[in-house]
Nanobody, 115 residues
Framework: QVQLVESGGGLVQPGGSLRLSCAAS????????MGWYRQVPGKQRELVAT???????NYADSVKGRFTISRDNAKNTVNLQMNSLKPEDTAVYYC?????????WGQGTQVTVSS
């Protein structure tokens, strides 16, 4: 069983930065995909960025050039550096790990971008 714990959300002004972190524990297969998704009330959860254990990265068009995803395979952590934040980035951000036996979600962390 895999557990994910997120941290780093909060309130930030437009143009500011935040860094989200997610730590995975439990039975983790070495080959996997970790990523960040976000959701606002009334809308579907959407992909923000993913990174494979081999380092292949995918970003949503809306965050390209502003967000950077990274991971530490030895520590089973994934981070999301968010710069130039906009009000439309406000959402609950969820960490996800996808392995050969299924996916696991974190509990979510709120990110609010507002002046």
């Amino acid at each position: 069983q895999v557990q994910l714990v997120e941290s780093g959300g909060g309130l930030v002004q437009p143009g500011g930065s935040l860094r989200l972190s997610c730590a995975a524990s439990g039975s983790i297969f070495s080959i996997n995909v970790m990523g960040w998704y976000r959701q606002v009330p009334g809308k579907q959860r959407e992909l923000v960025a993913t990174i494979t254990s081999g380092g292949v990265i995918n970003y949503a068009d809306s965050v390209k050039g502003r967000f950077t995803i990274s991971r530490d395979n030895a520590k089973n952590t994934v981070n999301l550096q968010m710069n130039s934040l906009k009000p439309e980035d406000t959402a609950v951000y969820y960490c996800k790990l996808l392995g050969p036996y299924g996916s696991t979600w974190g509990q979510g962390t709120q990110v609010t971008v507002s002046s």
